[in-house]
């Protein structure tokens, strides 16, 4: 039978509490961390010549929805009554939600250093130590909303405006595709001053910190941003029922994204599963 | 720098520091390859920036290398003709050396860990082997 994942506004004291306590259990163990070093090692841009699966590339949203699939799984192997909640951010779009109290996320960091100092992933309540990052730096970080260079969260309408388009993804397969859902959902933008961070992109630079970069995994926030990703995907899927993932077949030899995207029925690092088979998981979660 | 030495220096930080030292970038600056297209870039530079030592010179593999306070930074090349580095992943910059900036920019007082050098490398997809 299929679990929900549920709004993390609508979630219980005593829900709020299971998911942090499942989510430190697995840092406690050392499998969260393999999360974090999975993402890192699967950051490639779209410049650099290789196969890109889980940036800039039409695979983006079907490889975090196996990566979020495997990271529940570990949580509900803790407690099976967990889930992923996610955070729609056009809503809860402000330092002053819930999300980010004491009990849940923990709040912004300090101006000083960008140190997380509330919650349970405050460094110095001894349960969160930053082992995997790109700085030495041992503590998670946060800027809420970037006040050196203010940026505000995506709008309901910008989401919209996104949900209108009806081809999954198009050539050239990468962030400067110009149109398909997959790119303007990333939130890859040409323009100038924050116009070129949109949707999904826009989030990670608003929470700033650790968020901002390959580490982002580190903040435990990072679920429940994608977690919204897969749903806005998912309720995509469902008003464009004909809509298949695309690339339907590899780009050809001569091609300039040759064996560097992943096609319809191809398999994506590190487990080997296909987009085509992530594209349906109503018999595994649905969204409440 | 002897050769002795050199055999002793193990680590890719080690090695890569050591390929900025002595004449190194003046000597680069002057070759046919590092020439007036890769300055112009932004991809041969040695500079202080907010209290960090930024040191950026092209590759031998292509792209650039880049060093913070001597340890490499990973700048990658992006189809929009810019260059992102896995401290910020969702800004590209016009040069390397803008990247660079940019980076450290967002850095805080942390060094660069090994990480920010061999990010992006998933298996079977190492162009340099620094995927230990």
């Known amino acids: 039978m299929a679990y929900t994942r549920k709004n993390q506004r609508d979630l219980t004291g005593a829900e709020r509490k299971k998911f942090v306590a499942a989510v430190l259990e697995l840092k406690r163990t050392g499998v969260y961390d393999r999360f974090v070093r999975t993402h890192i090692e699967h950051y490639t841009a779209d410049g650099e010549g290789k196969l890109r699966v889980a940036h800039m590339a039409p695979s983006f949203l079907p490889w975090h929805r196996k990566f979020l699939l495997e990271f529940e799984r570990e949580l509900r192997r803790v407690d099976p009554t967990v889930s992923v909640p996610y955070w ?36 110095a309540g001894g349960r969160w130590t930053i082992n995997h990052a790109m700085t030495e730096g041992r503590f998670l970080t946060r800027d809420l ?120 029925h191809q398999p994506m690092t590190p487990w080997g599963v296909t987009p085509a088979e992530m594209f349906d998981h109503s018999a595994i979660y649905r969204y409440a | 720098m002897t050769f ?42 040695d500079e202080m920036y907010r209290g960090r030592r930024i040191q950026g010179r092209p590759a031998p593999a292509g792209g650039t290398e880049v060093l913070v306070d001597g340890r490499p930074l990973h700048v990658m090349r992006c189809a929009d003709g810019g260059f992102l580095t896995p401290i910020d992943h969702y800004q590209t910059y016009p040069t390397p050396l803008a990247a660079t900036r940019g980076a450290v920019d967002e850095l805080g007082s942390a060094p660069l860990s090994r990480f920010a050098a061999a990010h992006g490398v998933h298996p079977g997809g190492s162009p340099r082997g620094v995927h230990a």
């Open chain 2, 4 to 45: 002795p030495r050199r055999l002793a220096l193990r680590s890719l930080l080690t090695l890569t520091a050591a390929a900025f030292t002595g004449g190194a970038l003046a000597r680069i600056a002057v070759t046919p390859r590092g020439g007036a297209a890769v300055r112009a870039s932004g991809g041969t530079f």
């Open chain 1, 145 to 264: 909303g970037r006040p050196r260079d203010p940026i505000t969260l995506p709008t309901q309408a910008q989401l919209e405006e996104v949900m209108r388009e009806r081809t999954y993804d198009v050539a050239p397969w990468n962030s400067t595709s110009a149109s398909g859902f997959r790119n303007r959902l990333e939130g890859w933008a040409a323009g100038q001053g924050n116009e070129r961070f949109r949707i999904h992109n826009r989030v990670h630079r608003w929470v700033g910190g650790l968020m901002l970069g390959g580490a982002s995994v580190n903040d435990p926030v990072f679920w429940l941003h994608h977690s919204f990703v897969d749903l806005v995907w998912s309720r995509w899927q469902q008003r464009n029922p004909g809509a298949a993932y695309l690339p339907a077949e590899p780009p050809p030899l001569g091609d300039a994204q040759y064996r560097k995207v992943v096609a319809r």
């Open chain 1, 88 to 123: 729609d951010w056009t809503r809860d779009n402000s330092p002053a939600s819930s999300l980010w109290s004491d009990d849940f996320m923990g709040g912004n960091g300090r101006r000083s250093d960008l140190q997380v100092m509330t919650g349970p992933f405050a460094h």
